[in-house]
């Protein structure tokens, strides 16, 4: 084996780059409007949210769809309608020991 072979930890890679996702999807005043407006009303209608928030279907779209690929919310389409909600169980997750255990030293 080479000296210049390095192993790499895909699961620590997998992990990096999940995270990586998830804050990018947080680091938009937008997409941070968006998650408080699902917040307050617990579940939304795409259709009262490009209202809500003054943003055109289409520039709407783009940042629902970068919230739901960070699996930050959840999308139910009922008829003609999508309807959206936070998935709970991931943004606890962004907030909790998991995270913080990665850069914690013993």
Request: net charge negative; proline share 1%; hydrophobic share 35%.
């Amino acid at each position: 084996m080479s000296k210049d072979f390095q192993l790499t930890d895909v699961s620590l890679e997998h992990t990096f780059n999940k995270y990586e996702k998830k804050f990018k999807a947080l680091a938009d005043q937008r997409r941070l409007h968006i998650l408080n407006e699902i917040t307050q009303h617990r579940e939304v209608c795409v259709c009262d949210l490009s209202d809500q928030l003054d943003l055109p279907q289409s520039k709407l779209s783009y940042h629902l769809k970068i919230l739901m690929d960070a699996e930050l919310i959840v999308k139910e389409t009922r008829g003609t309608w999508s309807y959206y909600t936070l998935n709970h169980n991931e943004m606890n997750h962004l907030l909790s020991e998991d995270l913080c255990c990665l850069f914690r030293h013993d």
